[in-house]
């Protein structure tokens, strides 16, 4: 009888053990992340691809309940192609991360060619997308920046300025804009009048276009107050 009860109790624990080692498991897979997300907007735009983002993310071995949301989206947003990072989870164990990527508005070709943001930061190229944008070719210095920066916000922001300038060269202090259908070379004073020098350039480009004569002049100056100096 005695032997009978040992082997029943011994049944028992083995039993026991098995049913709370698979009850434990199952609860310590719940703790663990089911499944990551990534979303990168915009999705036209490939500056940094989703599986780079989740290799940002140290989450690999990490307890659900004790992950640092505010830490991970920190710690993304310090990657030069992210402007943004959202990042949550739900109750099945899913992490999700929602990525902005930066906006450059000009790339500057020199020995070490970069784009310039909306604030005018510095950022890197990328191996996977190209941003059709407006070329500076020169050096940007911190005499001119701001107002370098402003001329290119109200290029961007005027659909025929975005359309008709390809280029903008600088030397020193002298700034010359190209264009995609005139031979000219044509120079502004970026440190004032910057709308009004724009103004006659649109309508110095919308006349020579519809006249034929794009190839007619070499030079052309905005230069100067209420008028502009045209030189073959």
Do not use: W
């Amino acid at each position: 009888m005695k032997q009978t009860f040992i082997i029943i109790a011994t049944l028992f624990l083995f039993i026991l053990t098995l049913v709370l080692g698979r009850y434990f498991n199952a609860v310590s897979q719940q703790e663990r992340i089911q499944q990551t997300q990534v979303y990168v907007f915009p999705m036209d735009k490939t500056f940094i691809l989703p599986q780079e983002v989740s290799k940002l993310m140290p989450i690999n071995d990490s307890v659900y309940k004790q992950i640092d949301i505010a830490a991970i989206e920190k710690q993304l947003e310090q990657n030069a192609y992210i402007d943004n990072a959202e990042v949550y989870k739900d109750l099945n164990g899913r992490l999700t991360a929602e990525i902005s990527q930066y906006k450059p508005i000009a790339r500057v070709i020199g020995n070490k060619s970069y784009y310039i943001d909306y604030q005018g930061n510095k950022k890197p190229l990328s191996d996977h997308y190209t941003e059709n944008v407006i070329l500076i070719f020169g050096d940007i210095n911190s005499n001119i920046k701001k107002q370098l920066i402003n001329l290119i916000h109200q290029i961007e922001s005027d659909p025929n300025l975005k359309q008709i300038i390809s280029e903008v060269h600088i030397n020193d202090k002298q700034v010359v804009i190209k264009t995609d259908q005139l031979s000219a070379d044509i120079s502004i004073d970026i440190l004032q009048n910057i709308d009004k020098q724009l103004d006659k350039l649109k309508a110095i480009y919308s006349y020579l276009v519809k006249t034929n004569k794009t190839n007619q002049y070499q030079k052309i100056d905005l230069r100067f107050k209420n008028q502009a100096v045209c030189k073959k």
